[in-house]
């Protein structure tokens, strides 16, 4: 039985997802009775979700809150405005705003570094259709806010519940990882409940596989498209593509992790990349260090369009899409899935 209710788990978690970032913007011009419906079939979803029978870890998190002096800055001043847009707004159905990766740890670089963050939503605003349009408006709003610190993001807010975190699968994001992040909206312990979900990292693992194998066969990886346009091979389209090709690279930067992962291991990126490595003899990671190249050496900021910069193509070299794919299809060798 705890196989239905982790598929259940994911289902509704992805709809929730769907149904509070801006990719949901198709439904805005039907009546209120379609989003509330929605709303409560998700809610619904959610209450049929129940840890009896699931073996989990029990960890805690201490999250400290950001310091707001250090994020008061030109580039890092968006930061400070969601914080206060949740404050204001949703305190009542936010649990917890958790920020991690480079904007937490202050490694990251303009223009190219993503927002990456968790929100924890209150069961008992996911009871409540109101209260899940409040919470749509107000991450629509955040939404547009991220995209002044990196335009080119290609994800959204992750959306989690409390009943998520009874069962908390590491395919949401490595639990250790919180280590090094910060809230938004206050300092808590985060206690997290973490379950087993190894086969749905190998599936998601295969899927990369398979957009990646289409992208390199097709010439055209059929993902993230931007202004009706998908990424082509050989820079084809490179006068707007750079958002595609950022999608791109970050999916290739991050299959070391995913790869440690699945062998049970979750360090952090860069860790990963390394571990990964050895155990690939180096095979097919000429594209991982260029993209981490374009990233350590990026200057466009801001960034005001979506042209492919030329000392990105001149690291990079016309034949990605191989490379992306000889990666993952050499990872997926050794893993035997």
């Not at 039985?1 to 289902?11: A, E, F, P, Y």
């Not at 908390?168 to 985060?190: C, G, H, M, Q, R």
């Not at 899927?207 to 091979?233: D, F, P, Q, V, W």
């Amino acid at each position: 039985m705890s196989h239905r209710k982790i598929d259940l788990q994911l289902r509704s978690n992805s709809l929730l997802n769907w149904f509070l970032q801006p990719k949901s913007i198709c439904i805005d011009g039907e009546k209120q009775f379609v989003k509330s419906l929605i709303s409560n079939s998700i809610s619904s979803s959610y209450r049929c979700i129940d840890s009896n029978d699931i073996e989990t870890e029990r960890e805690v998190y201490r999250i400290h809150e950001i310091d707001r002096s250090i994020y008061d800055t030109e580039y890092l001043r968006p930061v400070i405005k969601i914080s206060d847009l949740v404050k204001k707004h949703l305190s009542e159905y936010i649990d917890q705003f958790i920020l991690h990766g480079s904007l937490s740890t202050f490694d990251f670089i303009k223009g190219w570094s993503d927002f990456d963050s968790i929100v924890v939503i209150k069961n008992k605003a996911m009871c409540d259709p109101s209260a899940m349009m409040r919470i749509r408006s107000v991450f629509f709003e955040i939404d547009r806010i991220i995209k002044k610190i990196d335009t080119h993001q290609h994800h959204g807010v992750h959306f989690i519940t409390e009943t998520d975190l009874q069962i908390y699968p590491n395919l949401y994001l490595p639990s250790n990882l919180f280590k090094d992040s910060v809230s938004l909206i206050k300092s808590s312990e985060l206690v997290i409940n973490r379950r087993d979900s190894k086969k749905e990292e190998i599936n998601r693992f295969n899927s990369i596989y398979e957009t990646l194998k289409g992208g390199y066969s097709g010439g055209m990886l059929r993902h993230h498209e931007y202004n009706g346009e998908y990424l082509m091979g050989s820079f084809r389209n490179y006068k707007n593509a750079m958002y595609q090709l950022k999608y791109f690279l970050s999916v290739v930067v991050i299959l070391p992790s995913y790869f440690m992962n699945i062998l049970g291991e979750y360090p952090g990126k860069g860790d990963s990349i390394e571990k990964c490595r050895a155990i690939m003899k180096n095979n097919g990671f000429d594209i991982i260090d260029k993209a981490t190249q374009i990233r350590s050496t990026w200057t466009n900021y801001p960034v005001l369009d979506n042209i492919i910069p030329d000392e990105v193509m001149h690291i990079l070299d016309k034949n990605y899409l191989f490379d992306g794919y000889n990666l993952i299809k050499q990872m997926k060798k050794y893993l035997e899935i």
